[in-house]
Structure formats: C-alpha cells, structure tokens
C-alpha cells in the first residue's frame, strides 16, 4: 500500500494558528440570545452583531446568518503589515469575509483590533478562521474551545466564598486567569455588605475591615470584552 503524505507549511497557511475564539458558536457563558440583534450586541462567546445590527441563529450546524453582519474584535499582536486571512466552511449561501472593512485577506496594520466580519443574507457557515498567513489558512479543531474564551469572559454561577476566620481585616485576591485587559465585574450579592471588590488583570480583590469569618460574592460575571 502507497502511503501519500501533505506536507503542510505554517508559512504558507498550514496549521496556521486561529486568531479567533468561539470559531463554531458552540461557546456561550452569559447565555446571551440570538434571533434579532442591535449593533454591538453580543449573542455568543466572541460573537456579536456588526454595525448595521444582525438577524442571527446558532444552529447545531453553525451560524445562519439571515441579514446584516456579525464580527469578532481579535486583539491585535501583529507587526504591522503581516499578511492575515479569513476562511470559513460554507454550508449554504455566499457569506463572505472583511477583514479590518476590506476583504478576506488584507495586511495587517497598527490598530488595537482586527475586525474580522462576515456578510452575506440567507447563508450558514461554521469553522471560521483567522490567520497569519500566505495563503487560505487551514481551520484545525481545538481539543477545548472554552479556554481562550475566558480571556474575555469568565460567568461563575453560585457561591464563590472564602473562610478567612475571625479578624479585624481581610484582603481575598482570586486569581481567575491572564485577562485580554482588566474585566469588569458583576455580582448578584456579597457579604459582608461593606466589602469592596475590585478587578485586576488577573482576576479581582476582595477588602474588607469587617470581623468576619467569610467572606463571598454571588454569580459572578468578570467581562474583559471589547
């Protein structure tokens, strides 16, 4: 039997790193909707409506994109004037890729963000990619897609609590993981009720002067999203 083997240049597209996270829409912490959304408006991990505002679906399949565009803010680590393209699996229609507001392959430049969009009414597509690269950058699956997400995002359901004992101050700092940028944080409820809670790069710092022997925080979202 004649084994063939493809050699895959990264240079040239092959095994090219994916800039994007959520490249299926199958992430989605916050539980955020789709159907009809306003400009900027978040449906899904990574995912949300472009400026003209987006009808859209997250079909076991992929995206079904009805009208309007969705994009992803990628932050942007490149020198500038690198090649970049877009590439994704089409199912049906003709959605096409902007990148930075030009087409699916552009150079990139010295903005904080690539605008990485898709356009197209009445078109489903899924595996999206966004690459450093030559040529048509090859979409991989990643063994575990949540985990670049919570560099934007990171929902904690329930109660995140700390036994500190029975002191005159206490200082809690959770370390979360390396955010995009510092998140902002929300929370259903704390105790003690004078507490002040504060975010980091990292994560976020609970101080309080309180004689307390807990402390904790409920229903944490820290939102690091452009």
Same mark, same amino acid.
């Given at each position: 039997m004649t084994v063939t083997y493809q050699v895959l240049n990264v240079a040239n597209g092959g095994g090219s790193e994916n800039l994007l996270i959520n490249p299926r829409g199958k992430i989605n912490q916050a539980n955020e909707s789709d159907g009809v959304l306003s400009a900027g408006q978040y449906f899904c991990d990574g995912w949300k409506a472009g400026a003209a505002g987006a009808e859209v679906y997250r079909d076991a399949?992929?995206?079904?994109?009805?009208s309007g565009s969705i994009l992803q803010l990628v932050p942007n680590n490149l020198d500038a004037g690198r090649p970049?393209?877009?590439?994704?699996?089409?199912? &049906?229609?003709?959605?096409?890729?902007r990148i930075n507001g030009g087409t699916g392959s552009e150079s990139s430049n010295a903005q904080t963000?690539?605008?990485f969009e898709v356009v197209g009414n009445n078109s489903k597509f899924t595996r999206l990619i966004l690459a450093e690269s030559e040529d048509l950058p090859i979409y991989q699956q990643s063994s575990d897609e949540l985990m670049p997400c919570k560099q934007f995002l990171w929902v904690y359901g329930?109660?995140?609590?700390?036994y500190i004992g029975v002191v005159a101050q206490c200082f809690w700092d959770e370390i979360v993981c390396d955010f995009h940028k510092v998140p902002a944080i929300t929370y259903s409820?704390? &105790?003690?009720?004078t507490a002040t809670v504060v975010t980091w790069a990292k994560g976020f710092h609970i101080n309080t002067n309180a004689n307390t022997a807990a402390v904790w925080l409920d229903n944490i979202t820290l939102d690091a999203r452009p």
């Open positions: 399949d992929g995206f079904r994109l009805i970049i393209k877009g590439n994704l699996d089409v199912i &049906s229609g003709t959605p096409v890729v963000y690539i605008t329930g109660r995140l609590h700390r409820a704390k &105790s003690p009720d």
